[in-house]
């Protein structure tokens, strides 16, 4: 709920924020990560992009696709890989905010029928970069409040 918070909120006084950081994209790769149930995942990933749909100004669902998506994809890659290594996550978080900004152009462009300009792979990979960077020192505080078995 604080990732929307802020996701929404922040961008008010700094709008080149919401272009380069997308937080709960972040929460969603974290919580899908640390399940390690493609199901669990999934509905993760549903629940935060469905909020941020409607915190938001684009049409219901299209943020709730993509982070479906990625919910399903991280939990699936956290079953095979050590996710709490910084550097898989920082390619696992850098990979998945280009799988996440290559669906929502996707569906905003082919089902939404939305005129959004495509930024280029320059602009993805400096703000995956930076999500990524984010991600990990992000991943590491909330590692402090994952329960431990």
Known sequence: MLAL???AF???RFPRFAVYVDLPLLV???FAMARRNPISGLLTGAVIGLAQDMLGH???GIYGIAKTVVGYGASSL???LDVEN???RLLVTLGFYLVHSVVWFTVARGLVNMTVPWMGWFHGIL???TNAILGVMLYFLLDKF???T
Request: cysteine-free; aromatic content about 12%; proline content about 12%.
């Open 78 to 80: 956290g079953v095979k």
């Open 86 to 88: 910084p550097g898989a």
């Open 28 to 30: 969603t790769i974290f």
């Open 5 to 7: 918070f802020l996701q």
């Open 146 to 148: 994952k329960q431990r």
């Open 58 to 60: 684009w049409p219901i």
């Open 10 to 12: 922040i961008p008010l």
């Open 127 to 129: 703000a995956g970069l």
